[in-house]
């Protein structure tokens, strides 16, 4: 990759603040969360991904907006 996700997720929300981005991270530690939560990241979910938990997670954000 050419850059990282926080770098990506810069980019996106330069060109639209309303596109939800959530993170996806193997790196669940309380540290990782509160860089996550401290960046442009609307949200993340840990992996291994469960897909109930990340379709609530996209509904919790797309009902936000």
């Known amino acids: 990759p050419l850059m ?3 770098e990506s ?4 929300k330069e ?3 309303n596109i ?3 993170a996806v991270t193997a790196y669940a ?3 990782e969360k ?3 939560m401290n960046s442009d990241f609307d949200g993340f979910v840990s992996k291994p ?4 938990l ?12």
């Not at 997720?9 to 996106?12: A, H, L």
């Not at 991904?49 to 109930?52: L, V």
């Not at 990340?54 to 907006?65: G, H, T």
Request: proline share 3%.
């Open 4 to 6: 990282n996700g926080y």
């Open 9 to 12: 997720t810069k980019r996106i």
């Open 15 to 17: 060109i639209s603040e």
């Open 20 to 22: 939800p981005v959530i």
């Open 29 to 31: 530690t309380e540290e």
């Open 34 to 36: 509160i860089k996550i």
């Open 49 to 52: 991904i469960h897909a109930i």
């Open 54 to 65: 990340l379709k609530e997670k996209i509904i919790e954000l797309l009902m936000s907006k």
